[in-house]
């Protein structure tokens, strides 16, 4: 079982945008530390005056970290060369930094918070998307249509928040260290209406715009095409810059998620993300797509 495996729930360089994959990196790095010393993990809590269940927490990267408990692991583990302590010293600093989306946290799930740092720190984000348009690619009013239609008898408040924390997931694709994106959108998302007309005319419109992106690409998969190879309904595919985090591919269900890292498993959704881009249309035919369903709406 991998560390992103045993998480047991769901599971950018922004202010904490890469907090979550350095929590992961460390405890990562503290696990084959430990491992290779022979140490149990309830060994390793009774060091630091903790319990074996912390240890485990560490180093799956799901708590923040005390720079006193990893200085007395360190010793533990025989860590003994200074720049090697103070460079995990730093990583554990950098690993607490909390990230701007905790101001949501009145309206933001806790098993989504792990997977929006995931999302700002990536450098690759490939996207199939069957339900609706991708929430990175969302306008506000339709961005407003679909939480509204999902939380049905929410207060406006509630809903309003909700669309603010979309609106500001948006800007990693407009950062400095922007990540390329490529979005696989069924052609059943485009003609499934969320909002009226002009909220659907809309949003077409900035799909068209937002393709034009040197760093963005999208691509419809049209019902004309028949079966493809999105057959298992939509997934997101995470690659990030640090070569010791493996890639990821995140599946979101209606309360929580999962997040597959097993080379086997992601294997099968790249080969299924490249189908799925071969049989499309290219973004400039997708383009053309678009502006015909425009022209329809």
């Known amino acids: 079982m991998t560390a992103v495996e045993s998480w047991g729930y769901p599971r950018a360089d922004g202010p904490g945008g890469g907090s979550v994959v350095r929590r992961i990196l460390l405890g990562s790095q503290l696990r084959r530390l430990r491992e290779s010393r022979g140490i149990t993990r309830e060994a390793a809590g009774y ?3 903790a319990s074996e269940s912390k240890i485990s927490r560490m180093e799956l990267g799901r708590v923040s970290f005390k720079a006193r408990d990893i200085e007395d692991l360190l010793t533990l583990y025989g860590v003994t060369d200074a720049a090697e302590r103070a460079s995990l010293l730093g990583l554990a600093k950098e690993a607490n ?4 989306w905790h101001s949501f946290g009145d309206v933001l799930p806790g098993w989504f918070q792990t997977y929006i740092g995931l999302e700002g720190a990536a450098s690759l984000i490939r996207i199939y998307e069957v339900q609706f348009v991708h929430g990175l ?9 679909v939480v509204e239609r999902g939380m049905p008898g929410a207060p406006p408040a509630e809903i309003d928040r909700r669309v603010a924390l979309r609106l500001e997931r948006q800007k990693v694709l407009v950062s400095e260290r922007a990540p390329r994106f490529h979005a696989v959108l069924d052609e059943a998302a485009l003609r499934r209406p969320y909002g009226d007309r002009s909220v659907m005319q809309g949003q077409l419109r900035h799909l068209i715009e937002v393709s034009e992106h040197p760093n963005i690409t999208v691509q419809i998969m049209p019902f004309s095409f028949g079966g493809h190879a999105g057959e298992s309904g939509s997934f997101t595919m995470l690659r990030f810059p640090e070569s010791d985090l493996s890639d990821l591919v995140y599946l979101e269900q209606l309360t929580s998620a999962l997040y597959l890292d097993k080379p086997e498993e992601v294997a099968q959704y790249e080969r299924a993300m490249e189908r799925l881009r071969e049989d499309s249309p290219d973004p400039d ?6 502006r015909g369903l425009l022209q329809l709406t």
Do not use: K
């Open 47 to 49: 060091s630091i005056r």
């Open 97 to 100: 930094v909390a990230g701007w």
């Open 137 to 145: 690619l969302q306008t506000e009013a339709y961005a407003h249509a």
């Open 285 to 290: 035919e997708s383009r053309d797509l678009l």
